[in-house]
């Protein structure tokens, strides 16, 4: 099985920053897994999860309109862990933040898509 782990939210005023982490870990001895693409998501109580953005194995970014100019994705594959820098920070960046991960577990050569348990990133006005 594949773990994925977010961290660093928490409380800040607007037009602050905070930075997140994303990491992923296997388990089972005898077996490997390689990470294709991760993506930050967002959701509020009762609304469907949104896109934040999304980066490659090999570093192809996208972001949603909301987040361009202020968020930055990254990732650190030999660390099997992405970050997401935000800055400029608006109280309507209010969610719980969850990370994605598109695994491919070896030696079965099966992929699926792993999901953190969410953190709650609040700003404050």
């Known amino acids: 099985q594949v773990q994925v782990v977010e961290s660093g939210g928490g409380l800040v005023q607007a037009g602050g920053s905070l930075r997140l982490s994303c990491t992923c870990s296997g388990t089972a001895s005898g077996t490997a897994f390689s990470i294709n693409t991760m993506g930050w998501h967002r959701q509020a109580p009762g609304n469907q999860r949104e896109l934040v953005a999304t980066?490659?194995?090999?570093?192809?970014?996208n972001y949603a309109d909301s987040v361009k100019g202020r968020f930055t994705i990254s990732r650190d594959n030999a660390k099997n862990t992405m970050y997401l820098q935000m800055n400029s920070l608006k109280p309507e960046d209010t969610f719980v933040y969850y990370c994605s991960a598109d695994v491919r577990r070896y030696p079965w050569g099966i992929s699926a898509t792993y999901w953190g348990q969410g953190t709650q990133v609040t700003v404050s006005s």
């Open positions: 980066i490659t194995s090999s570093g192809t970014t």
